[in-house]
């Protein structure tokens, strides 16, 4: 089994998860190359949340394997160690820490040691001040750094979280409806920012909007219940009958 | 390193509030030895010792506050390591009485040989030192609080459950300290302290001492909070408060964090306990009681949960208002207690320290910024 996972940077097979006997994940594979952007739809209880939940350790799968890089198995570690590999997500509903000033919610998502005696005698250094700096004009948010995270727009939250994700420097991202609740303005900006992060990082975009999806332009997954019904571009997915039933309805 | 570690943590507030506690420390005993009776400056042995305990009492607080304000531990049950801190202390004093208990046994306490033991347990061994004795009021309540904190923030149990479950731990410790054969006095507890490292405890100099030691141990305590809140550790402890999962997904090993600042705050609570027994006389097992867990967390709502100042006041305060209340109407108190807690939640998110806030920028900022200034968003609770 591992030697078809070589040379992929994730590799799920025949997973399966259920809940009081509700099959939410259902012998789902899926492979992903090492920078390769995909983008996920499905509708609704397809199983998406559920597979990111999965892959970064929140739940744990019945059966199947879940493998990082090739080789590491992501069912036998924690969110913490997950996180510390290289594997980062951004949540549906934008998840910053709204007590916390918009650069410190950089900065501790930066990537460093993350040991509790490490963070307690930490001091900044002037390379992770640059590095705070840099993405904060990336997000578009330099402006803003001392105000409040809670005080931030909707998108402006999605964004902070987007800069938290990179400030992590994962090498696989996994990005829950980015563009949910966004203005058509702010949908395009995060299809272009997103586009950007794909060309040195691998990306899981799971997403309901169309038309975002069709601006990301890349190899598309439709789930359904639990498992893939089609893989392929958005053109061609979009042409398949079984897609056009599940979406359309019988 | 760690000097500059503590002394670079403290910000205008805090330096004022060291600054305060160390001229407490001097001037109250001055004002209690050194100034004649009848001065408007004396300090009677009376308010000094009522106003040492006070103190205890604040550092109690500042270590609830460390865990409920910063890391959304609500701990209902810190009394317990207070009481455990105490009865360290206490085992300590009643080894210094020897011989002049009413039974003049050298060895064993009173309470033993009313029970007819032949000799010392175990677990009694080495609190005639000192040093051994100040040792167990760190480790006692630090281990007790490593290992229940282990336990539970690796099963995740958090919010109400885990303020259930210290409950239940204050609540067992109160029950086991009553019974005559666990060795610590039963319902009686530890009485009739004699002398402490040589000096007579009743003495008014051994008071004056115990009030300057407890007001540096509290301004102690506070830059040692200050410098944990302020580092980068005290800030995953808040976004941990905040959004635990979210801290998880970022790489951050919640329990450990939990589990440091969980202990740090249980050692801080025992020094508490271990200064107030001198200075009350006695230690029992009352101090267990879930009620006086719940009070601690009282004051530190009055004062300002999420501050490291507002435990100071709050505990000061409404010890003040307690000692004056149980005097002058004692049947309210409890009535009075209960309705401060009732209108400082409704009214006061962020109690005294927040009101003050509040209206220090609506002196500085008269205009529109006000909403908000006085409350940050995420501590509904």
């Given at each position: 089994m591992t030697d078809k996972a070589e040379g992929s940077l994730l590799y799920l097979d025949d997973v399966s998860v259920s809940f009081d006997g509700f099959r939410a994940i259902n012998r789902l594979s899926l492979v992903l190359e090492p920078g390769e952007m995909r983008a996920i739809i499905g509708p609704n209880g397809a199983g998406k949340t559920t597979m990111m939940d999965i892959i970064t350790g929140k739940t744990r799968p019945d059966t199947g394997d879940v493998l990082f890089d090739g080789?590491?198995?992501?069912?036998?570690?924690d969110e913490a160690a997950i996180a510390n590999l290289g594997i980062g997500r951004k949540f549906q509903k934008p998840t910053v820490f709204e007590s916390h000033s918009v650069e410190d919610n950089i900065a501790l998502a930066l990537k460093g040691r993350r040991g509790a005696f490490a963070t307690l005698f930490h001091r900044r250094s002037a390379a992770e001040q640059d590095r705070i700096d840099a993405l904060l004009a990336t997000i578009r948010l330099s402006d803003k750094?001392?105000?409040?995270?809670?005080?931030?727009s909707h998108g402006q939250k999605q964004w902070l979280e987007i800069g938290m994700l990179l400030a992590q420097e994962p090498r696989l991202l996994l990005v829950d409806e980015p563009a949910a609740g966004m203005t058509d303005a702010e949908t395009a900006e995060t299809a272009i920012l997103l586009k950007d992060i794909a060309r040195t990082q691998s990306v899981v975009v799971v997403e309901h909007d169309m038309t975002f999806v069709r601006a990301l332009d890349v190899k598309v997954t439709v789930l359904h219940e639990g498992s893939v019904l089609a893989e392929g571009s958005l053109d061609a997915v979009s042409a398949n009958p079984k897609v056009i039933e599940v979406y359309l309805g019988r | 390193m760690i000097t500059s570690f503590l002394i670079d943590s403290l910000d205008r507030r805090g330096r004022i509030v060291v600054g305060l506690l160390v001229a407490l420390a001097l001037l109250v005993p001055a004002g209690n030895l050194l100034v004649p009776e009848g001065s408007a400056f004396h300090v009677s042995t009376y308010q000094l010792t009522l106003f040492g305990k006070y103190l205890t009492y604040a550092l109690l607080a500042l270590s609830v506050d460390l865990v409920w304000g910063y890391c959304g531990i609500l701990s209902l049950g810190h009394g317990a390591f207070f009481a455990l801190g105490g009865y360290a202390m206490g085992m300590y004093l009643m080894r210094q009485i020897g011989a002049r208990g009413v039974y003049a046994d050298p060895v064993l306490p009173d309470f033993m040989v009313f029970l007819n033991w032949k000799e010392l347990p175990w677990f009694w061994h080495g609190f005639d030192m000192a040093w051994y004795a100040l040792l167990m009021v760190i480790l006692v309540p630090g281990l007790l609080a490593l290992l229940f904190g282990w336990l539970s923030f690796r099963s995740r149990v958090t919010g109400v459950y885990l303020s259930i479950i210290t409950q239940a731990l204050t609540y067992a410790l109160l029950l086991a300290f009553f019974r005559n054969d666990m060795g610590f006095g039963g319902n009686n507890g530890l009485t009739d302290f004699k002398d402490i490292v040589g000096f007579p405890i009743q003495a008014p100099g051994t008071r004056a001492a115990l009030f300057a030691a407890s007001a540096l141990m509290l301004a102690l305590g506070f830059v040692v909070a200050s410098a944990v809140v302020r580092s980068k550790l005290g800030k995953v402890l808040v976004a941990i408060r905040d959004a635990e999962s979210r801290t998880r997904f970022i790489g951050y090993r919640v329990e450990h964090y939990k589990l440091f600042v969980w202990t740090l705050s249980a050692v801080m609570a025992g020094v508490a306990g271990a200064l107030y027994v001198p200075q009350v006389g006695i230690i029992n097992p009352s101090e267990f009681d879930p009620a006086a867990s719940i009070e601690a967390v009282i004051w530190v709502a009055v004062g300002g949960r999420g501050t490291l100042v507002g435990p100071l006041i709050g505990a000061v305060a409404v010890n003040f208002g307690k000692t004056w209340f149980t005097g002058a109407l004692p049947e309210v108190w409890l009535y009075a207690l209960g309705a401060l807690f009732v209108v400082v939640t409704l009214f006061l998110p962020r109690g005294i320290v927040g009101l003050w806030d509040r209206v220090v920028s609506r002196r500085t900022k008269?205009?529109?910024?006000?909403?908000g200034s006085g409350r940050r968003a995420g501590e509904a609770a």
């Open positions: 080789s590491v198995d992501l069912t036998r570690l750094r001392d105000l409040l995270a809670a005080r931030l | 008269p205009a529109k910024e006000m909403d």
